[in-house]
């Protein structure tokens, strides 16, 4: 049995509902998975996997994604890295938004290179925003920000099966 650490930075709650379902395929799979907030991850050694999502705000990740990186990449010892981007800049799914998506993963990837990376299109609900986020969205009707989710169940669950599956 494979033991999963699924840790995600969040905003509005969307990355974290993405790294739950990613967390729930795995141990239907026959995984251990313990999932957590990359803020509060104490430990990360002890894993054959280790998951890390985060979603982007004007094309850059959540800080605090790649600094968990930074910050116990060693402690990954052997263990498999992924890492999952679920965001509004992949609403509109193009190659073109598929590497901004990367470019934005970046700091993640110079920090430790993963064995896979999930990329999916994101929530928008700008009444889970706060302050100028809220107000700017609200007036948004049509496009990559409009609100509704745009994530692709199908295709995270695709994902988690493959990681599912790849040796240890």
Not at 46 to 72: C, N, Q, W
Not at 76 to 87: I, K, M, N, P, Q
């Amino acid at each position: 049995m494979k033991k999963v650490l699924v840790a995600y930075a969040t905003r509005a709650g969307s990355t974290r509902e993405v790294a739950e379902a990613i967390a729930r395929r795995l141990e239907v799979l026959g995984c251990e998975v313990d999932i957590q907030n990359v803020q509060h991850v104490k430990n990360a050694a002890g894993y054959d996997l280790v998951v890390v999502g985060t979603a982007a705000r004007m094309g850059k990740v959540y800080s605090e994604a790649p600094a968990f990186i930074r910050k116990h990449a060693r402690s990954f010892g052997g263990a498999r890295v992924a890492y999952f981007y679920s965001g509004a800049a992949l609403n509109v799914d193009t190659p073109e938004r598929r590497q901004q998506a990367m470019t934005a993963l970046g700091p993640m990837v110079q920090a430790h290179k993963p064995a896979s990376i999930g990329l999916f299109g994101g929530k928008v609900d700008p009444a889970k925003l706060a302050g100028f986020w809220k107000f700017s969205l609200s007036w948004v009707r049509e496009g990559e920000m409009a609100p509704g989710d745009h994530r692709d169940w199908d295709a995270i669950q695709n994902w988690a099966d493959e990681l599912a599956a790849s040796p240890e």
